[in-house]
C-alpha cells in the first residue's frame, strides 16, 4: 500500500507524511521550526523545505506508516537535493531543506547530520540551529537542545523560535518553571506583536500556577491544542 517504485513521491505518502508532521507537532506541545513564519528576527540560512501539499486520499490507522517508510519517503525526496549537492557541496540552503525533510519524517539524526554539515558554512545560521536544537529535543537529549538554543540567543537574542521552544522544552523536559517563564517572557519582551502571544500569555499563566501548587493540588488544564 505504501510501496512507490524508487523517485517517485505519491499523494498518499505526500498526505501521510504531512499528517506526521502534524501529529508530532501537537505532540511536542507545538515546539516551532527555526523557519516557521512565527520566527520574526530568525538569521542565516532561511530556506525552508518546500511544503509538502495533502494528497486526496483520506488516511487511516491501518495506514500510519512505520519507521522504514518514513525514511523511505525522505529518501525519495531528498534524491533530487542530494544531487544537486553533488554538484554544489558548499550549498548550506540545500544542505538546510535535506536536514528539514529528515526532521519532517522524524529522522534525527539524520536530520542533524544535515543541519551540522550546513552549521560548518554557516556558523551563524540562527533558524538551523533552532531546528537542530529541537531535534535533539525530540531525540530525549534536552541539555543539548538547550546548549543550542542558547547558542542561538547568543547571536541572536530576540530569536522568537528559539525563545518559545526553549520555554517548552525548560518545562516539559527538565521542570524549569522559572526558566521556562523567562525565556516566554524575554519572548514577549522582544516581540510585543508576536502572532500568538495569548498563546504565550497562557503558557505563562500555566507555568506561574504550577509554582504555586502545592502537593495534592489539582493540575492547571492541559495546554490548549
Request: aromatic fraction near 6%.
Given at each position: 500500500?505504501?510501496?512507490?517504485?524508487?523517485?517517485?513521491?505519491?499523494?498518499?505518502?505526500a498526505?501521510?507524511?504531512s499528517?506526521?508532521c502534524?501529529?508530532?507537532?501537537?505532540?511536542?506541545?507545538?515546539?516551532?521550526?527555526?523557519?516557521?513564519?512565527?520566527n520574526?528576527?530568525?538569521?542565516?540560512?532561511?530556506?525552508?523545505?518546500?511544503?509538502i501539499?495533502?494528497?486526496?486520499?483520506?488516511?487511516?490507522?491501518a495506514?500510519?506508516p512505520?519507521?522504514?517508510?518514513l525514511?523511505?519517503m525522505a529518501?525519495?525526496q531528498?534524491?533530487?537535493l542530494l544531487?544537486?549537492?553533488?554538484?554544489?557541496?558548499k550549498n548550506?540552503a540545500?544542505?538546510?531543506?535535506?536536514?528539514?525533510?529528515y526532521?519532517?519524517a522524524?529522522?534525527?539524526?539524520?536530520?542533524?547530520?544535515?543541519y551540522?554539515?550546513?552549521?560548518?558554512?554557516?556558523?551563524?545560521?540562527?533558524?538551523?540551529?533552532?531546528?537542530?536544537?529541537t531535534?535533539?529535543?525530540?531525540?530525549?537529549q534536552?541539555?543539548?537542545?538547550?546548549q543550542e538554543?542558547d547558542?542561538?540567543?547568543?547571536?541572536d537574542?530576540?530569536?522568537a523560535n528559539?525563545l518559545?521552544?526553549?520555554?517548552?522544552v525548560?518545562?516539559?523536559?527538565k521542570?524549569?518553571?522559572?526558566?521556562?517563564i523567562?525565556?516566554w517572557?524575554r519572548?514577549?519582551?522582544?516581540?510585543?506583536?508576536?502572532p500568538?502571544?495569548?498563546?504565550v500569555q497562557?503558557?505563562?499563566?500555566?507555568?506561574?500556577?504550577?509554582?504555586t501548587?502545592?502537593?495534592g493540588?489539582?493540575?492547571?488544564?492541559?495546554?490548549?491544542?
Amino acid at each position: 500500500m505504501m510501496e512507490a517504485k524508487q523517485g517517485q513521491w505519491t499523494s498518499t505518502q505526500a498526505y501521510v507524511l504531512s499528517v506526521i508532521c502534524l501529529l508530532v507537532g501537537v505532540a511536542v506541545g507545538y515546539l516551532v521550526r527555526g523557519s516557521a513564519p512565527e520566527n520574526t528576527k530568525g538569521g542565516g540560512v532561511n530556506a525552508a523545505a518546500a511544503p509538502i501539499q495533502p494528497g486526496s486520499t483520506p488516511m487511516t490507522s491501518a495506514q500510519q506508516p512505520t519507521p522504514e517508510q518514513l525514511r523511505h519517503m525522505a529518501d525519495t525526496q531528498a534524491e533530487p537535493l542530494l544531487t544537486q549537492l553533488k554538484s554544489d557541496p558548499k550549498n548550506s540552503a540545500l544542505m538546510y531543506q535535506i536536514g528539514n525533510l529528515y526532521y519532517d519524517a522524524q529522522q534525527y539524526p539524520e536530520a542533524i547530520k544535515y543541519y551540522e554539515d550546513a552549521l560548518k558554512i554557516d556558523p551563524k545560521a540562527t533558524d538551523v540551529r533552532t531546528d537542530m536544537a529541537t531535534a535533539y529535543h525530540l531525540m530525549g537529549q534536552p541539555d543539548r537542545a538547550i546548549q543550542e538554543y542558547d547558542a542561538v540567543l547568543k547571536i541572536d537574542g530576540e530569536h522568537a523560535n528559539a525563545l518559545f521552544n526553549e520555554g517548552m522544552v525548560k518545562w516539559q523536559d527538565k521542570m524549569d518553571l522559572p526558566g521556562a517563564i523567562a525565556s516566554w517572557k524575554r519572548l514577549l519582551e522582544a516581540h510585543p506583536d508576536y502572532p500568538q502571544r495569548d498563546r504565550v500569555q497562557q503558557l505563562i499563566a500555566q507555568a506561574q500556577q504550577h509554582q504555586t501548587m502545592t502537593p495534592g493540588s489539582a493540575p492547571s488544564p492541559a495546554i490548549a491544542k
